[in-house]
DNA sequence: GTCTATATTTCGATAGAC
DNA sequence: GTCTATCGAAATATAGAC
């Protein structure tokens, strides 16, 4: 439509998110008014309004970003065929996602408004698809957990205080090996590399 | 005070602690109103009011048990003199802790009014300790990562759906085992004995 | 794009009757 | 223990001037 290269439509509306970003991470979706946003940003509540009308609006336009690429980290994993390199694929999406969103992840996974929006997004089934891919087929109940504690655990990682004095880099290296450890393939007794894991594939 | 056992003063105070537990879990503690309590219990707000005088205080009576055997679980660890040993106690405890808490536990991590309440709590330091003996002394960015996603994935895998199938004993074999894996101290090449991890000490 | 002003609803909380 | 009635504050949202 307009002109993309002299600031169509941006600084209003981008600031509203950046505030919102701010505010979400800090006291979460439900605890983030309308007001909030407006002081941090400075301006009145129907600045705010004129931009989104409803809070709808703000949370989707913050959150939906990271959800169509979980769409689209479940699409290239399948496009692999064997199953371990659709695992690495799967994962190292699912990590880099979480790095590049270090500060919304997890407030944003449980928000009650946040959830019924994740309900109705089309992005809802690639979820699961990639939880499939952490599970393996036919999973076992060890699978289960080992899949549910990866995703639980990344997810969590990616916030922790504790972590915040890792590089993104460094950060996006020990997820992977860790979370690897759990999810790689169990072959017979192939242990005896001890408990480090080579890298695969590369792409990060 | 009263006599132990002939019901004391149980009925209504419970009901609403109960009611608080089944909308805490589902839509978190910020999205749970007085209304919403007195609703789910066929009652109204002003009858919730003369069990709490305040929401606060519904919270800490539902969250306060789960937060002192926070404190139980870090005293009996540190009650243990080898490093391994400590690791394991209160690796149980808090695998113990979250599978009677199956339903409550991540809801209450995030939620802004209790991270507030347990800023304050004197059960705050106990969660530090815990991770202390999850990351072990001196602990480097491997470690750091390790523990912290032992400590989000449990968490996060007690509420998950996914698992709901699982029973308690299941359950909480199954948590132990995959966060065992990851934490268990790395002293040259162990792991001999393959993926699996013997069960220790015995108490669960 | 931002403002003032206001409508409407719901929140947590209190008073007092039964 | 539960009720009706109500308060003040804060929430989402709208109308209309500048």
């Given at each position: 439509m307009a002109d993309p290269g002299t600031r169509p439509d941006r600084p209003a509306r981008e600031r509203v998110m950046e505030a919102a970003l701010d505010l979400f991470a800090a006291h979460g979706v439900t605890g983030t008014s309308l007001q909030m946003i407006a002081d941090h940003m400075g301006v009145t509540k129907a600045a705010v309004y004129h931009q989104f009308h409803t809070k709808e609006d703000i949370v989707l336009a913050v959150i939906g970003p990271a959800l169509e690429t979980l769409t689209k980290v479940a699409d290239a994993a399948d496009r692999q065929r064997a199953h371990r390199r659709r695992l690495e694929s799967a994962l190292n999406g699912i990590v880099d996602l979480i790095i590049k969103n270090r500060r919304l992840t997890a407030i944003v996974q449980f928000d009650p408004m946040v959830a019924e929006l994740v309900r109705a997004?089309?992005?809802?089934?690639s979820i699961e698809r990639i939880r499939g891919m952490f599970t393996?087929?036919?999973?076992d109940a060890s699978a289960l957990v080992s899949a549910a504690m990866v995703s639980g655990g990344l997810v969590m990682a990616g916030i922790d205080p504790a972590l915040d004095g890792l590089s993104d880099e460094e950060l996006r290296r020990h997820l992977f090996d860790t979370a690897w450890r759990l999810?790689?393939?169990?072959?017979?007794?192939?242990?005896?590399?001890?408990g480090r894991v080579a890298q695969p594939t590369g792409r990060v």
């Open positions: 997004h089309p992005s809802r089934t393996g087929a036919d999973p999810l790689k393939p169990r072959t017979a007794s192939l242990s005896a590399s001890g």
